[in-house]
């Protein structure tokens, strides 16, 4: 399936920060309120969200931190979103469902661009190739200082540790590449303070994407 197969009834909103920010809660917040408003609404994640993704996902977020060099990394990760879109995001949206995405490609150009230093022209020609013009309408950036999500996260257990593990010059650069992403485009990009509450930082994600849904007329009031 390419991307002129998919109808565009749907839209396609994504959530990026870095290491403990709270955008996980956030997408399962936003999923809960857009269902109980009668919305088809699909929450899924990268890398992973179809079965073929989840399998490349463990390949990235296990094992030792050099277990790939950052162009490996890339093509993982592209590999895995490819397989992801044509399973899960492509199908929904041509059935008009909102999908509300747990990272995308913005994450590639942080963690693989700015942290590990591969040309971002390089990881954006990669991704063409691949997945074609796709992009999010909407994309928030969660952004809070590395250091105090470093303290949230210390006691998270399991065995997803391999970027988490990574250093905080690694992660103070992923960090800078999503404020400079989000810089490039003031209208697409919603850059949230996350260091508040979930309540408060969902009331202002809820009242962002029901503002563009009301422009594209979905018939919410
Ligand atoms: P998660 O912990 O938010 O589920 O994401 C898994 C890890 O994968 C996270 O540490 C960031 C990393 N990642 C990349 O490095 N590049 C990417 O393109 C994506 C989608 C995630």
């Known amino acids: 399936m390419e991307l002129m197969d998919t109808a565009s009834s749907g839209l396609f909103i994504t959530l990026e920060g870095g290491e403990g920010c709270g955008k996980s809660t956030q997408a399962s917040l936003l999923g809960e309120a857009l269902t109980n408003l009668n919305m088809k609404v699909v929450v899924t994640r990268e890398p992973g969200g179809a079965p073929g993704a989840e399998i490349i996902r463990k390949l990235l977020v296990e094992g030792e931190l050099d277990r790939w060099d950052g162009l490996t990394e890339t093509l993982l990760h592209t590999a895995a979103r490819r397989n992801h879109l044509v399973n ?116 202002d994600v809820l009242s962002i994407v029901l503002g563009i849904l009301k422009n594209q007329e979905r018939g919410y009031e």
């Open 88 to 203: 899960t995001v492509w199908p929904a949206m041509s059935l008009g469902t909102v999908v509300i995405c747990d990272r995308f490609f913005d994450s590639t150009l942080a963690y693989q661009g700015y942290g590990h230093g591969i040309d971002l022209d390089k990881i954006r020609a990669i991704h063409s190739a691949s997945i074609g013009n796709f992009a999010p309408a909407l994309t928030f950036i969660f952004d809070m200082p590395v250091e105090t999500a470093f303290q949230r996260i210390n006691s998270r257990a399991g065995t997803e540790l391999r970027y988490e593990n990574m250093n905080l010059e690694f992660h103070e650069r992923v960090r800078q590449g999503f404020l400079d992403t989000a810089s490039s485009k003031p209208n697409r990009y919603k850059v949230i303070n996350a260091s508040r509450e979930a309540s408060a930082i969902h009331l």
